[in-house]
């Protein structure tokens, strides 16, 4: 009931920084993000996962093992879709991207802070850590408003996420 | 970090009426899950979306506008994935279903509540309203235990969605 084509009166469009700073603080709120990716049936897969405590500025990064079934969703089909909710303050957020997984040492050490340890006793050395980066691409952002959910937010990435998806023609915001 | 193989010795698994009265409960204090669905570019779509208020029993209705963008991507795909997240007490739910599109004025009058007003100001009788029909197929459950977000509930549902999906082969509790 809450897209932008359910309630043209009420949305409102926060754009540039405003919005990515929108973005950004619900990011660093909330951060664990369920990730949405594309299973090989076809059905989408859905998991917690803890969001790194930096800026947002269009990328975002994860810390997961190689054996785990996202990486070879990823591998199969790039598009994720990243959600935040903060149910008492009806604060929801959407960020589409595409993924690409690694196992950079130097990124897993960058990224390394010791709460990982519970999923990686092992340590930052684990050869089972991937890294998975994210780019987001799009993104929209809603907030209730005299008890009713509407999108604040629209974000679109600019050129740098490599041009793969024709955010232009979707009638984003350019950031 | 928080799939069923990146923490075995963690992963609980509460079956049948347990599971579905845990997934219930927690639909029944969040009541606004993010629904996602395929867009036609292959990406995937992501907007809050009220649960109606009743006991989980394995399917979920929603109402929504005819025009808006979610009918069409279910009418083209009937993926759909539902997730539900509670940061202050770190509970992630997410189930995956097949949708169904009506207009079935019986069901929306069923359906309807005074609080609908804010998106239908037409009321119950407006030729716009969508019922959304969503039969969850399976569905994983998270929370945190020491720190650490952990799977303790999968859920498959029994025979009754139409056998669409093997939900046997992927080795789900059938409830």
Redesign the interface.
């Known amino acids: 009931?809450?897209?932008?084509?359910?309630?043209d009166s009420e949305y409102k469009e926060l754009s540039g920084a405003e919005g990515t700073k929108k973005i950004g603080e619900m990011i660093g709120d909330?951060h664990?993000a369920?990730m949405?990716t594309?299973a090989k049936?076809?059905?989408?897969?859905?998991?917690?996962?803890?969001v790194q405590d930096t800026p947002f500025d269009g990328t975002l990064w994860?810390?997961?093992?190689k054996?785990?079934?996202?990486i070879e969703e990823v591998e199969a089909?790039q598009?994720?879709?990243l959600?935040?909710?903060?149910?008492?303050d009806?604060e929801?957020l959407?960020l589409?991207g595409r993924a690409n997984i690694s196992s950079d040492r130097t990124k897993i050490k960058e990224l390394w802070n010791p709460?990982?340890k519970?999923?990686f006793p092992k340590g930052e050395d684990d050869p089972d850590i991937a890294v998975v980066k994210v780019d987001v691409?799009e993104g929209?952002y809603?907030e209730a408003t005299?008890?009713?959910?509407v999108m604040l937010v629209k974000y679109a990435a600019a050129a740098a996420t490599g041009g793969k998806?024709p955010v232009g023609e979707a009638g984003h915001i350019t950031v």
Do not use: C, Q
């Open positions: 009931m809450s897209e932008k084509n359910d309630h909330i664990i369920m949405t594309v049936d076809g059905s989408m897969s859905s998991r917690p996962m803890a994860f810390l997961t093992k054996s785990s079934e996202k089909d598009h994720v879709t959600t935040f909710a903060e149910p008492k009806s929801y959407a589409k709460l990982y519970a999923w691409v929209d809603w005299s008890g009713k959910i998806v």
